[in-house]
């Protein structure tokens, strides 16, 4: 990654010199090249990975609401456009680009957590169960293009989960879950009996099964 283009001393996200590069590119092949933003928004559901959308738009259609920034410089320089819902889920990222994978975002932060009333998930058996996640569980799912995050648990030992990434809308998620992940934990969290997965697939898009 080639150092950070320009910012503002009150930019929301970062851009690298190669994603700059490339956006302008995109930006220029557009009509009214001069007064198009990209547009990035985020679609944070609760216990659901982030999705990203990235859209040209004409700057002064930028709602009240939207925060608009100024990276790079000279004829190198692209405004960007974040709508006030999407700030907070996206301040401090990094946007960048590479031949292999195109335009990414490295995000620090993290989707809000499902609430399910009267469940625990600041004890020692919810440390236990993060554990397990994250050392077993997850790397395994990863060759899935997937992923659990722990919810919290309730007193009859039951362990919520959403799946995300492969898993999330994957018609073969219930059976990963159920034959995979709980078997895990039952086998290794003392306490642990069942897992319950809470994931609402019907907004699971392109699943690593189909």
């Known amino acids: 990654m080639s150092p950070l283009a320009p910012q503002s001393s009150?930019?929301?996200?970062?851009?690298?010199?190669?994603?700059?590069?490339?956006?302008?590119?995109l930006r220029d092949e557009e009509p009214e090249k001069e007064r198009l933003g990209l547009r990035?928004?985020?679609i944070a559901a609760p216990g659901e990975e982030f999705k990203y959308d990235l859209s040209f738009e004409i700057v002064t259609q930028a709602a009240f609401t939207d925060e608009v920034r100024t990276i790079g410089e000279?004829?190198?320089?692209?405004?960007?456009?974040?709508?006030?819902?999407?700030?907070?889920?996206?301040?401090?990222?990094?946007?960048?680009y590479s031949e292999r994978q195109g335009l990414i975002i490295r995000n620090p932060n993290k989707p809000p957590m499902i609430a399910i009333e009267g469940l625990v998930n600041d004890d020692e058996l919810s440390a236990q169960v993060e554990a397990v996640i994250g050392t077993e569980i997850n790397p395994s799912l990863a060759a899935h293009g997937g992923f659990v995050t722990y919810v919290g648990h309730d007193e009859?030992?039951?362990a919520y989960l959403t799946m995300g990434g492969g898993c999330h809308g994957c018609s073969m998620s219930k059976m990963t879950m159920l034959e995979g992940?709980?078997?895990?934990?039952?086998?290794?969290?003392?306490?642990?009996?069942?897992?319950?997965?809470?994931?609402?697939?019907s907004t699971g898009a392109n699943p690593f099964y189909s």
């Open 40 to 42: 990035l928004e985020v």
């Open 181 to 201: 992940v709980q078997t895990t934990l039952v086998e290794q969290v003392p306490g642990i009996v069942k897992v319950r997965d809470v994931t609402d697939h």
């Open 10 to 25: 009150d930019t929301i996200i970062e851009i690298t010199d190669e994603a700059l590069t490339q956006l302008i590119t």
């Open 74 to 96: 000279g004829e190198k320089k692209i405004k960007v456009i974040i709508p006030l819902q999407s700030f907070e889920h996206v301040n401090g990222a990094v946007l960048d």
């Open 156 to 158: 009859d030992g039951i």
